[in-house]
């Protein structure tokens, strides 16, 4: 073939490419047209129930109503049915907001036999354990948290299943979550004490740092690829072989370091924490939430409550351990019960001078979706049941720093409203047991007074909704 020939055919070539992809175009553009012509206003939804805890204080109120709209609620109290809404009566019920657990570890789970559990962290790939995760995500949403903040998980699987939520891809809370937890070499964020030559030692990428200019570079890692949210180590921990559970694992400029950088970025850091002095350092370089705090001293709660720091409590976690502390090996099973010991007295401390608390509870050392049992553990130590209500709603989103859009049920507000079965407040531990969960306005669990579930109907298409089984893939989009 000729230089002029090869021309030729390229120009045919060209030509045809750009018919091509402006029939491409036009094809997609009336499909677009064709799916806006489908579409249809969002669904208005009614929930009546005996009794609502709207969380904007301390009071349950008789009647309650909330007119969802799509993803948002419209109204809150006696109102008006509007014209062609679906009305849900759940009868002898109060509606609360979406609960909130400000400390899990959606992508992992402990198992009854610790050493298996090795085994299958050393030999599950990243995409596999991201599967376990989503069915994970599903339990902690159908037991009525549609907010998590995850502290912690290996391989940015918890970034993968975030952003699979958030695509639709899959089902499970609104996620913000933190990447790896920052820790130092042979620290509670580290892996177990494997030989160097088998297994890789981690580095500030995994979020593993010695001095402060690492330390900030494992940061700045954990938020280039998404981090919500910065977890340190800040003593040791329980649930790690190698590490005293109360000494501090980072030094103060470390943490200064760690925190300065966070909060430059707009996030806040939570400090995973059992020991007293670690505590009052991490208070010191500025931490948000102290997360356990199984030996605090009153010095140092009295410190938080001055200083506005929260304390996650994560109390179910410290009673399962404890409850399962024979199937680890003997080291672990002596922090277990060490800890356990002292954060009872901790708690009771705590309540009494006035700690700020945030409901957190480490899901994922225990199985996942009994988080709503947090609720019944704190007004077993002292808390009011419209208190432990609050720091799992209201107070949580404040932690979260995502109070303008969930936490209370009011107008304008985000449609993640939870129902549990009698008045809340007479029986705290109806929070174990949703009879109903709304999550951005579509609900996921609905129950019959007799715990039978009550089917949703077929869904018409609206924004983010699911389309009819003959609507066309908006632009191409299930294709390209």
């Avoid at 401390?349 to 050392?365: E, K, Q, Y």
């Avoid at 306005?441 to 579930?453: L, M, N, P, T, Y």
């Amino acid at each position: 073939m000729t230089r002029e020939n090869i021309k030729q055919s390229g120009k045919r070539s060209w030509k045809a490419t750009t018919v091509t992809g402006a029939a491409i175009l036009t094809v997609a553009a009336a499909l677009q047209a064709r799916a806006a012509d489908v579409a249809v206003a969002p669904e208005t939804i009614v929930l009546k129930a005996a009794h609502i805890f709207d969380a904007t204080g301390t009071a349950l109120k008789d009647g309650g109503v909330v007119v969802v709209q799509g993803e948002r609620i419209v109204s809150v109290g006696a109102a008006n049915v509007p014209a062609g809404a679906r009305v849900i009566d759940l009868g002898n019920a109060t509606l609360l907001p979406g609960f909130i657990d400000a400390h899990t570890h959606v992508t992992m789970q402990f198992e009854k036999n610790y050493y298996l559990m090795r085994y299958h962290d050393l030999m599950r790939f990243p995409a596999e354990q991201v599967l376990y995760g989503a069915l994970y995500a599903k339990r902690t949403l159908e037991a009525g948290f549609t907010t998590i903040r995850n502290v912690g998980a290996a391989g940015f699987e918890d970034i993968s299943l975030r952003n699979a939520i958030n695509a639709g891809i899959t089902e499970g809370p609104r996620m913000l979550t933190a990447a790896h937890g920052i820790g130092s070499p042979g620290g509670h964020f580290d892996e177990a004490s494997y030989p160097p030559d088998r297994v890789h030692p981690e580095g500030p990428i995994e979020g593993i740092c010695s001095g402060p200019e690492e330390c900030r570079q494992a940061v700045r890692y954990q938020m280039k690829w998404g981090a919500d949210v910065i977890k340190i180590a800040a003593s040791g921990g329980v649930l790690s072989e190698s590490d005293p559970v109360d000494v501090p694992q980072l030094t103060l400029e470390e943490m200064k370091a760690i925190i300065s950088e966070a909060h430059a970025w707009r996030r806040k850091v939570a400090a995973h924490c059992h020991g007293d002095a670690a505590a009052r350092l991490a208070i010191e370089a500025g931490v948000d939430s102290i997360e356990h705090g199984s030996f605090l001293t009153e010095d140092t709660l009295k410190l938080m409550k001055a200083k506005g720091v929260l304390l996650v409590p994560t109390r179910i976690t410290v009673e399962w351990v404890q409850k399962e502390a024979e199937t680890y090996p003997p080291v672990i099973a002596a922090k277990a019960r060490a800890a356990a010991a002292a954060h009872t007295n901790m708690m009771k401390n705590a309540l009494r001078i006035g700690v700020p608390i945030a409901l957190g509870t480490d899901a994922g050392v225990y199985p996942h979706g009994m988080n709503g049992q947090e609720f019944g553990l704190y007004v077993n130590l002292g808390m009011t049941p419209a208190q432990a209500l609050l720091s799992g709603t209201r107070d949580d989103a404040k932690l979260l720093g995502i109070d303008a859009d969930v936490g209370t049920l009011e107008a304008g507000k985000m449609a993640d409203v939870v129902a549990v079965p009698g008045n809340v407040i007479s029986n705290i531990r109806a929070t174990e047991h949703p009879i109903l969960v709304m999550h951005l306005g579509r609900i996921w669990v609905h129950k019959s007074a007799a715990g039978e579930d009550i089917p949703e109907p077929p869904r018409a298409a609206a924004n983010g909704g699911e389309p009819p089984a003959n609507a066309p893939a908006a632009a191409f989009g299930e294709f390209f």
